[in-house]
C-alpha cells in the first residue's frame, strides 16, 4: 500500500480498524486520534521539520505517525499494543527513518521503560531537534510526561494530546484549586501552555472528556536536580495531604521530628507568612524550604 492510499479519514480509519477486527481497548486507555485536521494542527504546532527526530507515545492507527513522517523527520513509535502498531505498519510503505517499538514505555509508575529512556536520550544532528509529540493515553500521561521532564538531557519540547483537567492541573499555579504535586514538578522543570483544546468528536471511541494540546518547554538546567526528584516528591506530597493546614502543622508532618521553633525559623528565613497554607507557596520556594530542613 502505497503513501497516497494511507486511510485520512476518520470514516476510512475506522473502517480498516474493523476490517482487521481492532476495537479499542478500554483496559490500555486506548481513544484512537481519527481526526486529520486534529493531527495536522498538533503537527504545525510542534513546528516538526526535516532533520527532527520526533518519539511518538502511543502509534495507535498511525494517523499521527503518518503526518509526522511526511514532514521529513525521524520519527520513533511505540506502542504497547503489538497487533495494533502491525496493522498501522500495513497502511503505507513506511521510509526507513521511521521505526516501530513495541512494548511500554513506563518500567513502573515512576520509571521510564529503558528502550524509551534511550530513544529519548540524544539529539540528532544539528539543526534536528529532538521532539515528543504524542496522543497520550489518559491513564498514563501523567508519569510519562514528569518520567521525560526529569531527565537530564531529553527533548527539546513537548507537545502532546492530554485530558484538558491533566493538563490544568500540570499548568496552575500557587492559589489555584488546581495547584499540586503535579504542578509543582512541572513548574521546577519547564515552561508550559495549552495551545489547543478539543472535543471528544476527534477520537473514536468519543471519551467523556475534552482534551488539551499541551506544549511543555524544558528548561535547562532544570532548577530540580535529578537526585531530589523522589526525596522533593515524597515531601511534597506529604505536605499536600494537609493543604488546608497552616504550614508549620504541614511541614512537621511532612518532616517527622521536626519542632514547632525550628518550622517557623525556617519559614521566616526564606520569608514566608507561617499563617499561609500550603496551595499559597510558589514551587520554588518549597524546594527551597525544603532544602533547608533536608
Not at 78 to 90: C, G, S, T, V
Not at 190 to 197: N, P, Q, S, V
Not at 220 to 231: D, G, V
Request: glycine letters at 8%.
Amino acid at each position: 500500500m502505497g503513501v497516497s492510499s494511507f486511510p485520512r479519514t476518520a470514516a476510512a480509519l475506522r473502517s480498516v480498524l474493523e476490517r482487521h477486527g481492532i476495537r479499542p481497548r478500554k483496559g490500555r486507555g486506548q481513544n484512537f486520534l481519527t481526526d486529520p485536521q486534529a493531527v495536522d494542527a498538533m503537527v504545525r504546532d510542534a513546528g516538526v521539520r526535516a532533520g527532527d527526530r520526533v518519539i511518538e507515545v502511543g502509534t495507535g492507527p498511525g494517523l499521527l505517525t503518518h503526518a509526522l513522517c511526511e514532514t521529513g523527520a525521524e520519527v520513533v513509535s511505540f506502542d504497547i499494543d503489538a497487533e495494533l502498531q502491525a496493522m498501522a505498519r500495513n497502511l503505507r510503505e513506511w521510509p526507513g527513518r521511521v521505526r516501530f517499538l513495541v512494548g511500554d514505555v513506563l518500567a513502573s509508575k515512576h520509571e521510564l521503560a529503558p528502550e524509551f529512556a534511550a530513544a529519548l536520550g540524544g539529539p540528532p544532528e544539528p539543526p534536528g531537534r529532538l521532539l515528543l509529540v504524542s496522543n497520550l493515553p489518559y491513564s498514563a500521561a501523567t508519569p510519562i510526561i514528569l518520567g521525560v521532564l526529569a531527565l537530564e538531557a531529553g527533548p527539546e519540547k513537548l507537545v502532546v494530546m492530554v485530558q484538558e483537567e491533566v493538563g490544568e492541573k500540570m499548568l496552575a499555579k500557587a492559589g489555584d484549586g488546581d495547584y499540586g504535586v503535579p504542578s509543582i514538578a512541572v513548574a521546577l522543570k519547564a515552561d508550559g501552555r495549552i495551545l489547543r483544546r478539543f472535543g471528544p468528536q476527534v477520537f473514536w471511541p468519543r471519551p467523556k472528556v475534552r482534551s488539551a494540546l499541551l506544549e511543555l518547554t524544558p528548561r535547562r538546567p532544570a532548577a530540580l536536580r535529578a537526585h531530589e526528584h523522589r526525596p522533593f516528591a515524597a515531601f511534597v506530597t506529604a505536605l499536600f495531604t494537609r493543604r488546608r493546614k497552616v504550614l508549620p502543622t504541614a511541614l512537621r508532618a511532612a518532616q517527622p521530628g521536626l519542632s514547632p521553633e525550628a518550622a517557623r525559623e525556617a519559614l521566616a528565613a526564606e520569608g514566608v507568612d507561617a499563617r499561609a497554607r500550603v496551595d499559597a507557596v510558589e514551587p520554588d520556594v518549597l524546594l527551597t524550604l525544603w532544602r533547608r530542613l533536608a
